[in-house]
Nanobody, 116 residues
Framework: QVQLVESGGGLVQAGGSLRLSCAASGNIVNVATMGWYRQAPGKQRELVARISSSGGSTDYAASVKGRFTISKDNAKNTVYLQMNSLKPEDTAVYYC?????????WGQGTLVTVSS
């Protein structure tokens, strides 16, 4: 059973940066489209970014385009999300999963809090 574990969240001031990591326990990162999602308080979970199985194609939500970068290391079975120029509205719990999301793979996520 594959598990995904997110890490790297924390408290940062507006304009700062964080890099999130998603470590997979099995060989899924290089065979599936992977995505980073987030859920802010009182809001539905939304897709933030995704990367194709080959790594050759990425896609971003309009709200993060130009500020966030998704990448992956197949050898480490890890997906990353580099977040720059963070804004208070980026505050949320961030999750990784396949795209589309697979119910059994949702983990605990990692909390990102951006202060103004």
């Amino acid at each position: 059973q594959v598990q995904l574990v997110e890490s790297g969240g924390g408290l940062v001031q507006a304009g700062g940066s964080l890099r999130l990591s998603c470590a997979a326990s099995g060989n899924i990162v290089n065979v599936a489209t992977m995505g980073w999602y987030r859920q802010a308080p009182g809001k539905q979970r939304e897709l933030v970014a995704r990367i194709s199985s080959s790594g050759g194609s990425t896609d971003y939500a309009a709200s993060v385009k130009g500020r966030f970068t998704i990448s992956k290391d197949n050898a480490k079975n890890t997906v990353y999300l580099q977040m720059n120029s963070l804004k208070p509205e980026d505050t949320a719990v961030y999750y990784c999963n396949t795209y589309p999301g697979y119910l059994a793979l949702w983990g605990q996520g990692t909390l990102v809090t951006v202060s103004s």
